[in-house]
């Protein structure tokens, strides 16, 4: 029993290093409550060539496959939203690293009880 265990730990942690997280850290106030969580998708690109879309949970984090950093040497990542078109985030061109972090800012205007996209 303890070998089966072990086996599928060992697994389950080969399988976590194959992937890169991207965490957005929303920087919400209290007068942004349109903002409270939501599914966001950013775009990967290499060489200015969209590779793969990815969505991100209701936390901000998505993953994507070291293999493909690997494979384009450097991937940027875009973030597509409600009113937000496209948004250059990061360059990753590090496989090595486990998590990104990117803080957003959003903050946007209102006008009649909207968002005022930026």
């Known amino acids: 029993m303890k070998l089966i265990f072990s ?16 965490k957005l850290n929303y920087n919400r106030t209290t007068d942004n409550q349109v903002w409270s969580n ?5 775009t990967i690109k290499a060489s200015g060539k969209e590779i793969q879309k990815v969505l991100t949970d209701e936390t901000g984090t998505a993953a994507i496959n070291k293999a493909m950093i690997n494979k384009h040497g450097a991937v940027d990542v875009f973030l597509t939203s409600i009113g937000v078109e496209e948004l250059y985030l990061t360059t990753i061109d590090n496989a090595a690293i486990d998590l990104y972090e990117v803080n957003i800012p959003r ?10 996209c930026p």
Do not use: S
């Not at 903050?107 to 005022?116: G, P």
């Open 7 to 22: 086996f599928i730990l060992t697994v389950l942690i080969f399988c976590k290093n194959d992937i890169t997280e991207i």
């Open 107 to 116: 903050h946007y205007r209102f006008k009649f009880d909207r968002a005022v």
């Open 38 to 42: 939501g599914i966001d998708v950013l």
